[in-house]
């Protein structure tokens, strides 16, 4: 379920419906994220901060794309 990660450009360039998803799934790898440094098991803490950067740049793009389409 590894996503690589997306630039901005790439982001803007997908539709609601892919974003949407992608923050679903960046959501759940974050809790198994979490789950993984309860137990001691996650293996690289660094992952876990890239997953929540991920996370806030799809949200930010999403947010950017319902604000033009209210202006539009």
Known sequence: ???AMA???ELKELSAEDLQRR???L???LFQDQLKRRTGSLD???ERTQ???DLARVLTVM???AK???QG
């Open 44 to 46: 690289s803490p660094s």
């Open 63 to 65: 947010t950017q794309k």
């Open 7 to 9: 630039t901005a450009k």
């Open 68 to 70: 033009t389409a209210k």
């Open 27 to 29: 959501r759940e790898t």
């Open 23 to 25: 923050a679903t799934e």
């Open 1 to 3: 379920m590894e996503t």
């Open 51 to 53: 997953h929540r950067r």
